[in-house]
């Protein structure tokens, strides 16, 4: 490829390729289009160019054509719907058993923890052929994570987590953007995501840790004294924690919701506003005494509590080994 | 001013009859059509306070109907009613106008703005109420320990009930904003009801500004049970 | 150029431009053909001011570093760019200038319907073109056009509350210039101009105001709440204090994707105008395109969220808005069949308003099918915050809009100023401008699909090529923008004067004298024919004067 | 309009501030009891007879001899109704998973 004059962008996760076949059928569908109606004018012009005596013949309309260019188009529409949405889907459903990182971005750099328990910025290190799924949060204000070669893309918003996944499929570093526009440095803000072999990517992976997320998070969970209400049996004024993450919780006010990683994070922070049936609404928010970081680690253990007790068709390859077990410490 | 332009015409115009308009009746369903697509602007200008209304009363309805349940709704009863009662005046107002009846005109139109006075009078003390109790989203903000109606074990969460006082104070402000500039165009069109101007046959001003203040009015019909009566069971 | 009919003029025939003399007989004027001249002389100066920072944006990514700007400096000059260009010079462009010229005389009126709104609206405009003006000099804005929280109302520093109220009164400017379009079209249609008799222009204008009146509020009250809730810091789109940031994304862009048609729904009619006249014929299926503008005006509104498919919205919402984004494609696709299949069988003629019509068909239809893969989830989350999202929409606004607008301008150019422009610089501009648009913005569409992101001020090394090219496309963009200035000034004093209808075009503002008396009419006209009624014009115009040379 | 359409009787106008006076202090006493998720739609009811009752008789769309003003306030009304169904696309769904 041209070094400077890149035409077709690279391709390294398993989702380019389905974007890349629907984007070639679109610029073939729309290049037909185009052609038709550039060649239908071009000869129209030249071929009833105004000529000596020679009167344009008035023709009204015709209905079967109007039909005929309104429902072959919307046919053509709709196919094209259905395509980008099986292919929208399948981009924003990771599936389970991703390898986890957390994203905290913040005006102008993007801090990535594994739930492994490495941190990294601006670069992010990931292994051939393993899922991956961010959970991202901005600190500050909107930014976007864009990684081109994956074609992949997703805001990452202030007091929320949004999610995003992606399996990379040819080692290599590739550009990470910020696409959504998020002040003065904003075309600063990249980094690189770095592609390794899995063997390459163990190596690395073994270098130096403070431990597991989740392991940060039961500390932080000790120091701030959840565990006094949030015991492991059903004495606690608190719900207990283990194996909730994933699965249907039902509500004081008779809602049922998914506690999925957002459930986590407003429960944490806005105590109030989900209160689960039979408790009473009396844990205080931790609304400005954890910070992002801290919030992913609480998050990540209580993810972790759910592990052991969700049986289900692991691959060997999807399921890290090093996968921690509950409240156990790695290395 | 289109006055000057009328030498163009032979004919003999009704003064208050413009230039480009063929006729009387042209004119005035011109401009009376004009007040309804300006009406139809508002109500899409109202319309993007509703729809965050909307989706955060969804969202912390229990700070919500806590926060609603604190404005005393007995004054805001009692400014829908004072509205509706500037209603029926502006409509007499311009039925007094139809049959000639210059004085009950006059009354009726000094009627209306007294109860546009009297509204935001109320609103005055309805807005001095939320600022003593620290109400007013801002610096001073204060909803701490309010129980949410019908949980009295639980309190509002404050951040959120600042919401709900912000859309509060946004939609009825720009309501008394509304009611504001109403009043002018009442103050105007009582002025040209004392100097005579409007007749059976011409009374256009009349019924356009009375489009307005009616809009006004239904603007609070929404507003009153949206914003005072979330949530009042005890 | 070459006239069918020259008949003599007398020379100096009171019209709308001399009837009156002094700064005071146009500033307090209420004939809508002046209050059109005076919002061309000042949307024209937001063009140009417009332009320069487009100037300044190509410049500075001639090279991957941020080498010519300060970044601050680089990201108000697209913030200003945007904001100048969207809601100075594109909104207003055709609707206020060549709309409130042509639609009172389309349908054989006197005036608007509301003359002294008409001249408040432009007084609006001009107070928040002031207020922007002051805001820009005083140090302007940095969040790009589309003010997005909690960016806009917690974090940046720069002049959002008074780049906000210069946009919600120019905004109240434009609610106007709609009411007034909608009242006047429904109450003011000459004696014999019934609906299925309008020309598509007035179609276009209709179906314009529609959205003006109702999409406009819902983004002045989304700029209230962002004005106040950066003063007294609320919430309401601020998520530390509890609300939802993307709430904001979803009223502005309930406005601002209707936006685009606003601009581009007026460049259709007049394209429609154009085409009619220069292939000789009436409309292919008429009400077809008169009907697909009210429906792009309506179908428009239920679009809004394709803004927002990586923004964090449901992936169900996602899926109902990506839906019906493609319920705008087939009117718009109605449209272009039918300009296409009007000039089958035509006798058709290049003078330079074809010739932008021509450029706007070429490039409505670039920008529009890029619009597909736009509005196609699975590929819109890798194009969109791109340069491709940058060249889709620039095809539309500026491609097709301002292409339009151009074409409209020298299609009624002797009549607006009674003068003929010169006809080889007139061709030779629109070449130039359609070369250089394709050249500036064709490169933008590979740019974005590789993968680099909008409002970048410094940028990867191998985008290098591809943004040389585009930015030596906007220098010969900016030649060919600047030649029908010259050459429209230059006539005014030294083009020869035009007939009343030089072109031999339909349509009751042809029936007026160039330029026009104050009330365009001798006598109120009555119609008895259909819009371009060409075989009745050009079977008349053959028994009296054979076709000149 | 309104003018070559006979004038409403005086009858009708206080019939319709009556039904207003009692729409208002309906609406206010039903807001106390508990009705769960019907208290919203008792109050929008009422709320919305009483616009269109204003609507139709102090404002005179009843008596408008041309459909088009109808067509303005239906239309307006349609378009408000999709900013607010179509938000709600998106809030309604964010928690399905």
Known sequence: MFDNFPLWPDKASTAAGNVDALFIFLVIVSGMMTLLIFTAVVYFAARYRRQQGVQAEQIEGSIPLELTWSIIPLGVFMAIFFWGAVVYFKGRTPPRDSTEVYVVAKQWMWKLEHAEGQREINELHVPVGRDVKLIMTSQDVIHSFYVPAFRMKQDVLPGRYTVAWFRATKPGTYHLFCAEYCGTQHSGMIGSIVVQEPAQYEAWMSGGTTGPLSATGEKIFAELGCVTCHRSDTQGRGPNLQGVFGMPVQLEDGRMVTADENYLRESILDPGAKIVKGFKPVMPTFQGIVSEEQLNALVAYVKSLSKPGTPGPKTAEAAPSKAPAKGSQVE | MAAVHSEAHGETHNPALLHHFATEEQQRDASSFGMWIFLATEVMFFGGLFCAYLIYRRWYFGDFAAASKSIDAFLGGTNTAVLICSSLTVVLAIWAAQTARRALMIIMLLLTMLFGLAFLGIKAVEYKQKFDEHHVPGASFSFEHESIPGHPDQYANPRHAQIFFALYFVMTGLHALHMIVGLGIFAWLLWMAWKGRFTPEYHTPLEIGGLYWHFVDIVWIYLFPLLYLIDRHP | ??????????????????????????????????????????????????????????????????????????????????????????????????????????????????????????????????????????????????????????????????????????????????????????????????????????????????????????????????????????????????????????????????????????????????????????????????????????????????????????????????????????????????????????????????????????????????????????????????????????????????????????????????????????????????????????????????????RYYQYPQEFQVLNVLSTAGATVLGVGYLLPMIYFLWSMRYGKPAPDNPWNAAGLEWKTPSPPTTYNFEEEPVVTWEAYNYDEIDAAHKEEVPVAG | MSAHSKSSPLTTYFAVWGALLVGTFLTYEAAKIDLGVFNAAVALTIATTKALLVALFFMHLKGASEKLLKLVVISTVFFLLILLALSMADYGTRLWS
Not at chain 3, 84 to 109: D, E, H, Q, Y
Not at chain 3, 169 to 192: D, E, K, Q
Request: glycine share 8%; charged share 10%.
């Open chain 3, 1 to 454: 150029m070459s006239m069918a009919t020259a008949t003599a003029q007398p020379v100096e025939r009171v019209n709308y431009l001399n009837k009156e003399y002094g700064v005071w007989s146009w500033l307090l004027t209420t004939d809508h053909k002046r209050i059109a001249l005076l919002y061309l002389l000042s949307i024209t100066f937001f063009f140009f001011i417009g332009g320069f920072f487009a100037l300044m944006i190509r410049l500075e990514l001639l090279t991957p570093a941020g080498d010519l700007v300060q970044a601050d400096t680089y990201n108000k000059l697209f913030t200003m760019h945007g904001m100048v260009m969207i809601f100075f010079f594109l909104i207003p462009s055709i609707p206020a200038v060549l709309g409130n010229f042509l639609v009172p005389m389309m349908i054989g009126a006197k005036d608007l319907a509301f003359p002294r709104v008409n001249l408040l609206s432009w007084y609006l405009y001009i107070i928040g073109a002031i207020m922007m003006l002051h805001c820009m000099l005083t140090g302007g804005v940095d969040t790009g056009w589309t003010f997005y929280t909690p960016f806009s109302t917690a974090f940046t520093n720069t002049k959002i509350v008074e780049a906000g109220l210069a946009i919600f009164i120019a905004g109240f400017s434009s609610i106007l210039t709609g009411l007034n379009f909608i009242v006047t079209i429904h109450r003011m249609r000459a004696p014999g101009m019934t609906w299925s008799r309008l020309p598509l222009f007035i179609w276009a204008h209709y179906a314009t105001s529609i959205i003006q009146i109702l999409g406009t509020p819902v983004v002045a009250i989304t700029i209230v709440l962002v004005a106040v809730e950066r003063t007294l810091h609320l919430g309401i789109f601020d998520p530390k204090l509890g609300g939802d940031p993307l709430l904001f994304q979803h009223l502005f862009w309930f406005y601002s994707h209707p936006a685009v048609y606003i601009m581009i729904l007026p460049s259709m009619g007049i394209v429609s105008e154009i085409i009619a006249c220069f292939a000789r014929k009436r409309i292919f299926g008429y009400s077809f395109v008169a009907i697909s503008s009210i429906s792009i005006a309506v179908f428009g509104f239920l679009v809004w969220a394709h803004h927002m498919f990586v923004a964090g919205i449901s992936v169900y919402a996602a899926l109902v808005f990506s839906l019906l984004s493609y319920s705008v494609a087939v009117p718009s696709a109605v449209k272009v069949f039918n300009w296409t299949a009007t000039l089958y069988k035509g006798s058709i003629r290049y003078d330079a308003p074809m010739l932008y019509a021509f450029g706007f068909l070429g490039l409505f239809t670039i920008g529009g099918l890029t619009g597909l893969f736009l509005a196609c989830l699975g590929i819109d989350v890798h194009v969109t915050d791109t340069y491709f999202v940058v060249a889709h929409f620039h095809y539309i606004m500026v491609g097709g809009a301002l292409m339009g607008y151009l074409g409209g301008m020298h299609f009624w150019w002797p009549k607006i100023s009674g003068k003929l422009y010169p006809e080889g610089w007139a061709r030779l501009a629109a070449l130039i401008v359609f070369i250089g648009f394709n050249l500036t913005f064709f490169p933008q569409f590979i740019l974005g699909y590789v993968g680099m992101p909008r």
